[in-house]
């Protein structure tokens, strides 16, 4: 680092330069660590996972005085595949300055977060040595694969200690146009299912003599596509059902096939539950007549943390770095912000700008590097002192 790089930029070239594909962590958390325990932080590894492919995770601590709030941040090391590299400008593992961005993959989901959360806290901790508030972050490995033995694990951890933590901010990029426009204080919850429908095969020419289960299904297909799940509430927008995949057919085209396949999802809101969207469908299924069966996938629970002092604190940090009012929301995708939310009563997102993440030539700006290393700081000094 020359004297004129800021930290969190060169914290943050030095993680995206650990080829950290999902669920490899390459040294990063060792990295985090070190840079951590300098601090004072309490630094503890909860690896989990078949050796083939452990997950990292990681809880360090810096405790304040006894009786203040703890603020958690929280990330994740791994990051998806690069595809082609061929396709690439330079190489997604070395950082890459072009036209005042950063280059590389995990430079906006998350590791551009992590190095500013990093640089934020040593900003803090210099400032406010003394500070009544705790503040600890929450890093895993396996957010972007199948998520079950990263952050889930920790939290099972924490429990099992005692842990309790009041606030915490996921690094996620949240931001759409510009640093700071949005931040997320829910997700929605998903639930998916692989329907079986059977009929009977036969030749085609003789469909007296079969039952094609794609025709008996599509009457069943329009029902549910017009279905109003719930009307959503303030917060979040309607429930949502979607067909993702169809398969049915043996490959002939003069056979009708036996059976047909159907993965589909629910993005659901607060005002409906598994239970209760799993009855709805196979109630509408019966009334149809189908032979049918379910397999049923839950991804996630919706959270939500409703205005108070954590949205209070960050978005009025947000305002005083970038002078906009950040907009709340939960849309997109799930993240690990609905184990956390198990164990915190207040959980919200905020990160830089998404327009590029799991993208070809990933990036961020360089230019929002030092506001998001500030608006944490300014976040922590609100809650914590």
């Not at 199948?146 to 996620?172: M, N, S």
């Not at 108070?308 to 305002?319: D, F, N, Q, R, V």
């Not at 995708?333 to 959980?347: H, L």
């Amino acid at each position: 680092m020359t004297p004129a790089t800021p930290r969190a930029l060169h914290l943050a070239e030095q993680l995206i330069a650990r080829r950290s594909v999902t669920p490899d962590d390459a040294g990063c958390q060792q990295a985090i660590a070190g840079w951590l325990e300098a601090l004072g932080f309490e630094c503890h590894s909860i690896d989990s996972g078949p050796d083939k492919a452990k997950v990292s995770n990681m809880w360090a601590v810096r405790r304040g005085a006894a009786g203040g709030k703890l603020l958690a941040f929280a990330g994740h090391t791994d990051v998806v595949p690069t595809g082609p590299l061929a396709l690439w400008a330079s190489d997604p593992f070395a950082p890459t300055h072009r036209d005042g961005r950063l280059y590389g993959r995990g430079a906006a989901d998350m590791k551009t977060s992590i190095a500013a959360m990093v640089a934020a806290c040593e900003e803090f901790v210099q400032a406010h040595p003394k500070a009544p508030g705790s503040i600890a972050l929450l890093i895993t490995s396996d957010e972007e694969g199948p998520a079950i033995d990263g952050t889930v694990k920790v939290c099972d951890w924490l429990q099992e200690r005692g842990e309790a933590i009041d606030y915490c901010i996921v690094g996620e990029p949240t931001s759409v146009d510009r640093l700071g426009d949005m931040v997320k204080n829910g997700r929605r919850g998903s639930l998916s299912g692989r329907l079986t429908v059977r009929g009977v095969q036969g030749h085609i020419a003789y469909p007296q003599l079969a039952s094609n289960p794609v025709h008996l299904f599509a009457p069943a297909l329009a029902e549910l596509v017009a279905t109003v799940w719930d009307a959503g509430n303030a917060y979040f927008p309607p429930t949502g059902w979607q067909v993702s995949n169809l398969h049915a057919g043996t490959g002939a085209g003069n056979v009708i096939p036996g059976e047909l396949v159907v993965d589909f999802n629910f993005r659901f809101s607060t005002e409906s539950t598994p239970a209760s969207l799993q009855a709805r469908l196979a109630a509408t299924l019966e009334r149809h007549g189908l032979d049918f069966d379910i397999v049923w996938t839950l991804g996630g629970e919706p959270f939500l943390t409703p205005v108070g002092s954590l949205s209070e604190a960050l978005c009025g940090a947000i305002h005083d770095e970038c002078g906009i009012v950040a907009a709340l929301s939960t849309t997109g995708g799930t993240s690990d912000g609905r184990f956390i939310a198990r164990i915190c009563p207040q959980v919200m997102e905020f990160g830089p700008v998404n327009a590029s993440i799991h993208k070809i030539d990933e990036h961020v700006a360089v230019a929002d590097i030092e506001p998001l290393k500030n608006i944490y700081r300014r976040t922590m000094e609100r809650l914590l002192t």
